[in-house]
């Protein structure tokens, strides 16, 4: 007889370690115990340096730092969407270790809040990208608007933004709750028993789609034009250009490198659910092995954010260290200087260029700021 490995007792597709399918069963103990040493290390570790980071952003953006531009909105937004996920890895670890014990209301937000913030958080990285791009194509004065219909629209993006995170988040609202599974309890989404395989299988291709191929597929399109009207910026040395290119290749090779080992595992599991590709056990520890660690390092990303999105932006360092400078000054000790890295700020000529005689500022340029 073959034997097939799947999620829980009569195919509820559920997200505990444990695969039975008919009379074959698979334990799971040493997933199980891998993940209760593992998943709380790493967990500690990024809330440590995720809160630190995302912390700072959120402090200078919302009350010394005024919001220019939509990515200056989408940093803020993306910093407490961080913040808000990396406070559901305690709750996580605690479960990885002892099993869930606060109860089913509690493991419903948890799990709420974990999805949402992860979606918004991709999202956010795509409109980053759109306005960077929208930045260089489309705003041949270089200015930025602040009037109030422009701050509206502002905010409708970033409600969009958080209203499809929430939806995406939604599932896990519903279904999650805690079931006692193998001496323990435990936070898991629990399906109903018609609609688990299809559910289960969906709900793995969307968040793979929203959560990873749609913001990377807009990141790459957006930073080749910006890159590509970098490269061909009028009156801009060389070593400025490509400091501002590699910026971009370090955005996109970061996203690839963190989330794309994550979203293969679980277009795996999807289809493993869809086709019952799964016949080892063997092959089913290794899978959720992979998805603990591939799921951590996609975790990572959140710290990663402030130094890509925000620390590289010389105002928000200037703003920093000048802040250092002030707090020194006050505890008495008077710096002489304070290094400042100049910004990479490019004008890029566009094709409607109005040359004037007198050689004044009459030419519609675009500003792209690293």
Request: charged letters at 20%; aromatic letters at 8%.
């Amino acid at each position: 007889m073959e034997d097939y490995y799947h999620d829980e007792e009569d195919l509820n597709l559920n997200d505990s370690y444990e695969y039975n399918y008919e009379h074959s069963v698979c334990d799971k103990e040493e997933v199980r115990s891998f993940g209760s040493v593992f998943l709380p290390v790493i967990y500690a570790l990024a809330l440590v340096v995720g809160l630190a980071g995302n912390g700072l952003v959120v402090v200078v953006y919302s009350s010394r730092l005024r919001l220019r531009t939509l990515t200056d909105v989408c940093i803020l937004n993306l910093a407490v969407s961080d913040l808000l996920l990396l406070l559901t890895l305690p709750f996580w670890a605690a479960d990885a270790v002892h099993g869930w014990q606060l109860g089913s209301v509690a493991c419903k937000l948890t799990s709420f809040l974990y999805s949402t913030n992860f979606s918004c958080g991709m999202l956010m990285l795509a409109c980053i990208s759109v306005d960077r791009y929208l930045a260089v194509t489309q705003n041949p004065t270089g200015r930025t608007g602040t009037g109030a219909r422009v701050r509206g629209q502002w905010l409708l993006v970033c409600v969009v933004l958080w209203g499809v995170a929430s939806f995406l988040g939604l599932p896990e609202l519903i279904f999650s709750t805690v079931k006692h599974s193998h001496h323990r309890m435990a936070c898991t989404a629990v399906y109903p028993h018609e609609m688990a395989r299809a559910a289960k299988a969906a709900l793995e291709l969307l968040e793979v789609t929203l959560r990873f191929l749609l913001p990377f597929l807009v990141m790459v399109v957006c930073y080749c034009w910006v890159g590509r009207a970098l490269s061909q910026a009028v009156g801009v040395r060389r070593d400025r250009k490509w400091r501002a290119l590699r910026v971009l290749l370090a955005v996109v090779a970061v996203f690839l490198l963190t989330q794309l080992p994550y979203n293969v595992v679980k277009l795996c599991r999807a289809l493993d659910v869809i086709y019952i590709l799964v016949t080892d056990c063997d092959v089913s520890k290794g899978m959720d092995r992979a998805l603990q660690v591939t799921e951590s390092l996609a975790l990572t990303h959140a710290c990663i954010n402030p130094v890509l999105y925000a620390f590289i932006g010389s105002s928000f360092r200037g703003h920093v260290l000048k802040v250092a400078k002030c707090l020194g000054q006050r505890i008495g000790r008077h710096p002489r200087h304070v290094n400042e890295e100049p910004a990479v700020e490019i004008s890029l000529n566009t094709r409607n260029q109005t040359h004037s005689q007198s050689g004044s500022e009459d030419q519609d340029t675009s500003t792209f700021t690293i």
